[in-house]
């Protein structure tokens, strides 16, 4: 049975809600690393990740001559990753609970594991720039925020946006549920600036601008922006425990991706993205405080 969120007892007394949105299920561990590991350590902070493509690379739900759909050995892997750090204090492991949840009328995959939540959007990739795949109709992120397409369908076939807004909706519909009453709330994706993230992947850019506009009025919300593809272009900055943390990650999610017969790439990740972490800071303007997000009106924006 599916349960609506309005029917779902309210998250538990949390001190931080700390949001990663990922356009991919391998985006966090790339580029949102070691932050994700330390956010999950932390037993008062609730980190819910948020996967909005299937990832499928313009297979749908087809495998692609393996033995499962890409995207779901993709989930699994992400899934994995998230179960290693939840983990990685000796604790023995607990029961996962997983199935749909209804937010703004849309069914959309949930997974809850000790103090972490992800989300799998399942709508279709929507190739690096953006114009989509024929095998999904050329539906993207990108298509549906420039009107180009009026709807956008998750390739499962559970659910149907009929335009930007009613993604955006529907983000916003998750961050309020799962920020319940916590004290704060962080808020990590993608740099949507491509001046300073040029050249990345369009469902990078589509999923920060979703994000963002999911949050505003959110004032209370600290935001960080992460690079993505032109860190392999940056200097190594991570310190060896941080490097070894990212690296740790990043092998568990292609870990479980080959457990589902998908074929992984870590020689691209180590000649590219490792000891890698860049993100700019944009401090919040206002203390949480019931549903409305807080006042104020001062900014403070840091790069590190």
């Known amino acids: ?22 356009a991919h299920q391998d985006d966090w561990q790339l580029f949102m690393n070691p932050s994700a ?17 299937a990832g499928d690379a313009g297979l749908g739900t087809g495998n692609g001559g393996r033995k499962y759909p890409l ?33 703004n009328s849309h069914l959309i995959q949930r997974a809850t594991y000790r103090n972490t939540v992800a989300y799998f959007l399942r709508v279709p990739d929507g190739s690096p720039e953006g114009t989509g795949y024929a095998d999904t109709g050329h539906q993207s992120l990108k298509r549906l925020a420039d009107g180009q397409i009026d709807a956008l369908a998750a390739i499962d076939g559970t659910t149907m946006y009929h335009g930007w807004k009613d993604l955006v909706a529907t983000l916003r519909s998750i961050i309020d549920f799962e920020r319940g009453s916590a004290r704060s709330v962080q808020l990590n994706v993608p740099e949507p600036d491509p001046i300073i993230n040029p050249d990345d992947h369009s469902d990078h850019f589509m999923t920060a601008k979703a994000a963002l506009e999911a949050a505003v009025g959110l004032t209370c919300a600290r935001r960080l922006h992460y690079i993505g593809y032109v860190s392999a272009t940056l200097p190594e900055n991570l310190h060896p425990q941080d490097r070894d943390m990212k690296c740790a990650i990043y092998a568990v999610t292609l870990a479980g991706v080959l457990a589902l017969d998908h074929p992984v790439a870590w020689q691209h990740y180590d000649h590219c993205f490792v000891g890698r972490n860049y993100f700019r800071v944009e401090e919040r303007r206002g203390p949480c405080s ?5 006042q104020g009106n001062d900014e403070n924006i840091a790069f590190s």
């Open 1 to 22: 049975m599916t349960i609506s969120a309005d029917q779902m007892p309210k998250s538990g007394e949390i001190q931080c809600a700390s949001f990663y949105f990922s």
């Open 37 to 53: 590991f330390r956010d999950v350590l932390e037993g008062n902070t609730k980190c819910i990740f948020i996967h909005m493509t």
């Open 71 to 103: 995207y779901l050995a993709r989930e699994h892997g992400a899934e994995c990753a998230i179960r290693f750090m939840a983990e990685s204090d000796w604790r023995p492991p607990v029961e996962r609970m997983v199935g749909p949840m209804n937010f």
């Open 290 to 294: 019931g549903g409305d997000g807080g």
